[in-house]
């Protein structure tokens, strides 16, 4: 036998395997001793090859692993590769009743935790592994089928008897979710498989009530498989990873137990290597770093390119924007990719006409335009069909040094459509039983002039009416809030700024976004990603001092400025609410304060031991405002550094520019008619959602370029044809025209 290797990694196995002399070794071994079955092949094989992992064991699973994607090769040579008959074999149970503590209290405290110990089963614990066996066959919804790989296996005891059970396996062999987000190579997976471990079965019997407990125990588990995987294989854990299914679990033990949603399966198995039909449920991804080394390994892996930039002048005209955009989507079809390029360029002639006027009766657009709304293809969705403008809302970023994204949510009211599936309903109103409609919340970036550079994140929900919840507010995750979106696309920002080195990224909300956890995470980003966010909440600041908001008034006027207001609407008087005349557009001046404060850590639910942040505060108020016009009054935090007359007035001007996405959602609804559309399920109105929003974009910018930039030249946007009978026009109308 040749000299011994330790810890051959399965990169290494795979290479050795697939040598011509290793391959006729085994061919030779075939031809002697035909009866192989394939795990007596692989013993073979590791101990010719010398196959060993860390405690000296040979590595069959990994071996049997490769040979099985090299039987064709195999077979080839020898043509009798015999396989293992995998009878079924039953788990080896109790087979008796698995008595409960007597009294079990309503909440996980410490006087519970005392009384609570974790067994880990060892190798020859039979009489643990029974108990083990006989609670997941009777009392999992997986019952008695069988983990694979790696195993480690725990019970979990209350004052001697047993209340649940738990146990960690090898992880799923692919996982995309998962495999993007480490970023790892096919051969880097073969080497470092083995530091992921998956929480195959989770269980607290279902008689025990216990608040809190499921948190605990997943908080504890993760305390204690790093040493004992270890301790039982000599291999140092990464990750930590299990699923939840949606259908019958929300995931909450797990988002207390700070486990982060990842994503989610694409309803596979494990051995599903050919795509079957017979889909497994669509699971949650969860997911706990065991070991802060695992982040210098994906830095090493994640070596992103920057975006190449993007000049916002490029792809303007009618026969070139609509490719820009939408071409070369990944919708599985490359000719459902050129249907949306189609539609988009026929409804940007007509955006506010049905589909059938803008393709001016083209039958075969418009069968193609109702085809791609129904088909069942899920990889048409919403977020795909933005994802290519996305990405060059990005590339324009990375032409200028500094942007401003701003967040903004708008409710799309589709009242008529009773009989549409899967809409939501709108309104804030408890009482109320809502209107049919969608919530869409984006973020639309533009230049510090108010160009718009396009729509770098957005989610179309179908949101529910607020329902009273046992948890108080201040208990629940913020992941379960709605409020969570405003942190999902700030982190949108976030990995965008990364790939942006020349760009400083401003992100810009009203006061839906001013809540704890999205000010603390922004203020660990200041450099590349600040905010500016105008303040909803009087804060106490601390115990038994001014509140904030009586802070900021008392801070002394440093400069005055003038702003243009739009015209203010008429209200009309509701039985809780006062009315407010029309006004038209006025200059408005303010004065403006500034200084810092520290925002302490809420005292109470999950952010109780939250450390305290600190951010600059700008405060504008106009101080004599016509009568019967509402007074300006702009509270603002934010993370940039205001420390100067000349920053606070540009964190002001930074605000001013939030009304650019109240203007994109107003020509996404009377430009484009975005509330006109009619279709049987949400999901097809998401589809038209997305391509309009896509064109009120276009529509918004080549109106701001006209005013902002009035010396660029015409053909950047019209061809040829169009700038002839718009010259035409002109000659008539005696209107000089620069082309």
Not at 54 to 72: P, S, Y
Not at 149 to 170: C, D, E, H, P, R
Not at 333 to 344: C, H, K, M, P, Y
Not at 501 to 530: C, G, H, M, V, Y
Request: glycine share 6%; hydrophobic share 35%; with cysteine.
């Amino acid at each position: 036998m040749r000299t011994r290797m330790e810890n051959t990694n399965r990169r290494n196995m795979r290479t050795i395997l697939t040598k011509p002399e290793n391959l006729q070794i085994l061919k030779d071994e075939l031809f002697h001793n035909p009866n192989h079955s394939m795990n007596s092949l692989s013993r073979f094989a590791c101990e010719e090859f010398s196959f060993f992992d860390n405690n000296h064991n040979l590595k069959v699973a990994g071996c049997n692993t490769i040979l099985r994607k090299l039987e064709v090769v195999i077979e080839m040579f020898a043509g009798k590769l015999s396989h293992s008959n995998h009878t079924y074999v039953p788990m080896v149970r109790l087979n008796e009743e698995i008595p409960l503590p007597g009294e079990i209290p309503a909440e996980c405290n410490s006087s519970m935790k005392k009384g609570m110990e974790i067994l880990l089963i060892g190798k020859d614990d039979d009489y643990l592994r029974k108990v083990w066996n006989e609670l997941m066959a009777t009392e999992h919804p997986l019952g008695e089928s069988r983990l694979v790989g790696y195993q480690m296996k725990y019970l979990i005891k209350y004052k001697g008897k047993y209340i649940g059970a738990y146990s960690f396996s090898s992880s799923a062999l692919s996982l995309e979710a998962r495999d993007k987000w480490i970023g790892w190579s096919k051969d880097d997976q073969y080497e470092y498989q083995n530091k992921v471990l998956n929480m195959s079965r989770f269980l607290i019997r279902k008689e025990v009530n216990c608040k809190n407990l499921a948190s605990y125990i997943l908080s504890e588990s993760l305390k204690r498989i790093k040493v004992d995987f270890a301790g039982r294989y000599n291999i140092e854990l990464w990750l930590a990873e299990t699923f939840v299914d949606t259908e019958n679990y929300s995931g909450t033990c797990y988002k207390a137990a700070n486990w982060e949603l990842l994503g989610q399966t694409k309803g596979r198995g494990r051995n599903d290597r050919q795509h079957s039909k017979k889909k497994k449920s669509i699971k949650d991804i969860y997911i706990y770093v065991l070991d802060p080394e695992l982040y210098s390994f994906i830095a090493s892996n994640h070596k992103v390119e920057n975006y190449i930039p993007l000049d916002v002048k490029t792809g303007l005209l009618a026969t070139e924007w609509a490719d820009q955009e939408f071409g070369g989507l990944e919708l599985g079809d490359e000719r459902l990719s050129n249907r949306v390029v189609t539609i988009a360029g026929d409804k940007g002639l007509n955006p506010a006409a049905p589909y059938p006027k803008a393709a001016n009766g083209d039958s075969g657009a418009i069968q193609g335009y109702y085809k791609f709304l129904w088909n069942d293809n899920k990889e048409i969705s919403f977020e795909k069909i933005l994802s290519g403008h996305a990405e060059n809302t990005a590339r324009r970023i990375n032409s200028f040094t500094r942007v401003l994204a701003i967040q903004d949510t708008s409710d799309l009211n589709y009242k008529g459509l009773e009989k549409t599936s899967g809409l939501g309903k709108i309104g804030k109103n408890k009482g109320s039983s809502g209107t049919l409609g969608l919530s869409l919340h984006s973020t639309y970036v533009v230049t510090e002039k108010g160009i718009p550079l396009g729509i770098l994140n957005a989610e179309c929900s179908s949101p529910e009416i607020h329902k009273e919840r046992e948890q108080k507010h201040y208990d629940i995750p913020i992941e379960e809030k709605a409020s969570y979106k405003w942190i999902v696309h700030y982190n949108k920002i976030l990995e965008v700024a990364e790939r942006s080195p020349d760009a400083q990224i401003i992100s810009i909300a009203d006061r839906e976004a001013d809540f704890f956890e999205l000010l603390s995470l922004a203020s660990e980003n200041t450099e590349k990603a600040p905010v500016v966010i105008r303040i909803k909440h009087d804060r106490a600041l601390k115990k038994g001092e001014s509140k904030l908001f009586e802070v900021i008034e008392k801070l002394p006027v440093s400069l005055t400025t003038e702003v243009i207001v739009p015209p203010q609407r008429e209200k009309a008087a509701t039985n809780k609410t006062p009315g407010r005349p029309y006004m038209a557009a006025r200059k408005a001046k303010l004065e403006i304060s500034y200084g810092r404060v520290t925002i302490p850590a809420p005292d109470r639910g999950l952010l109780k031991k939250g450390s305290s942040i600190k951010l600059s505060v700008v405060y504008a108020k106009e101080r004599n405002p016509p009568e019967g016009a509402e007074p300006i009054q702009w509270r603002l935090f934010t993370t940039l550094d205001i420390s100067s007359d000349e920053e606070a007035l540009e964190c002001v001007a930074f605000y001013k520019q939030r009304w650019k996405i109240e203007d994109f959602h107003r020509v996404l609804k009377s430009g484009c008619n975005v509330e006109k559309h009619k279709q049987s399920t949400a999901e097809r109105l998401k589809r038209v959602i997305a391509i309009d929003m896509v064109i009120a974009w276009r529509i918004m910018l080549l109106t701001m370029l006209g005013r902002e930039c009035p010396e660029m030249p015409a053909d950047l946007i019209f061809t040829e044809d169009e700038l002839l009978v718009m010259t035409l026009i002109a000659q008539k109308k005696n209107v000089t025209v620069k082309i």
